[in-house]
């Protein structure tokens, strides 16, 4: 497959504001979210690829942890140290974070620069000062897509195979979307025509699972409680779990599982964490989850959200299973 450097309009618009934004700066960094998906992780090797051959060294910044297998390939190419942010950036692109609190540690180290925030996410605490905010747009990558082609001459094909990632791990490989959302379509038509290839996706995703990941599918779903006569279902994981099994989690494929239950319209899962706990939940109909997600501090997206909690598990899966019988 042959690199294209063709131009494309832009299948969404990128606002005046944002593009005045890249070129007044001459470095910049990019940064994602704490426990990142690949969504972030494309968002930002794209973003950061497409800028730097184009004369705007970009150097990448991430919270970490890189647990999820599929990203796991991209570690090393980011600086996770607060104390190692390029002190000649002076601007900072934000991807796929709908709060502030979601680039921790690294809010500090990036005050004083000038911030664009590109997200996609419903519920949030805005913050920045340029924004490229579509919660209408299902993952972050297609706005990525947009920079690119506005900016880049497209991307490229290392890049588009990043983009793809992302595209189709926030769409469930096209599987969660509606009929009102052809632009993951038209995106993921524009990166195949910039060499990506959702066979090598798809391959990416769904192979190297280590034993562990399995065992602790099989853990939940024997602690899975039903809530609403079944339509509702909460399970978690503790640390101990974690020591048990790995930290290789696949929590998608017991996401699919859950949710192909009959009758179940919304699953939640918390995880035990150093300092606290995670919850997310998903929703097969038109349960707001991003709503239940903001109740207890989060957010997210209609169909998929979360929050994290510093209450211990004991304390904190009690107001979970209330909130999730009371919908
Ligand atoms: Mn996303």
Redesign the pocket.
Known sequence: MSETTQQEDALVPVPDEVVAFFRRHQRLVVVGHLEP?A??IG?QVALADGLTRSGVPTQLLSPGPFERQEIAVYADRFVTDPGGVDPDATGVVVV?CSSADRIHPFEESLNGREMLVVD??REGRPFGDVHFIRPDVP???ILITAILDTLAGGPRQREAQDLFL?LV??TGFFRFLGSDEPVAFETAARLTRAGASPRLAAEHLDSGRSWGSRKIIARMLDRAEQLQDGQVLLTYMTSQDELEFGTRRDTDALYRLLLAIEDVRVIGVVKEKAHGCTVSFRANDETDVSRIAADFGGGGHQKAAGAFSTQSLTAFLPHVRTRLANL
């Open positions: 998906d969504d972030c968002s796929d996609h996410h993952a972050n990558t992302g791990t926030d």
